[in-house]
């Protein structure tokens, strides 16, 4: 029952983190937007406030949730699954006081600007942002790929070197 457990908390917060961070990857990989006219750009960041506010938190709060029960049940799992498991947890949790503590507000404030009229210091608070956003890519593609390896590590914990992976 266990094992079922972590398998399905395991999947459950590696997909959750996989989309997340494919998100994020996403926009650092369309540098286009940063060539947008201010009017673009101000709308473009307040329409994705909009849907990126309802989704991410009930996202990562899940993820969150997930996380802490694969840590729960993989410490018996081993040294290495049970500390990669930990390490994306930690890495999510950064990711998350990372957003509420800086790009949320700068998101918020972009929220109040008049998308015609955008202040004068709008693309000093957008690189700042930006800069902030691939931090927070990072460490969310860190964590989805401590989580990857932690699954390849518990599917092959105790097995000879050159062992073929079960199926």
Known sequence: MRTLLLEAARTGATSLLGLFAGGLVFTVLAPSLL???ALAYVRHWQAL??????AMPVLLLTCLALLLVTCATSYQRGR???WLTVTA?????AVIVLTLTTLDPLNRLADSWDADRPPADWTDIRRHWWTL???????AVLAFLALLIANVADRTEGEPPGAPCPA
């Open 49 to 54: 406030n909009t849907d990126y506010g309802r």
């Open 35 to 37: 060539k947008l006219p």
């Open 133 to 139: 956003h691939t931090i927070r890519t990072g460490m």
């Open 80 to 82: 290495p699954v049970f």
């Open 89 to 93: 947890t930690l890495l999510l949790i």
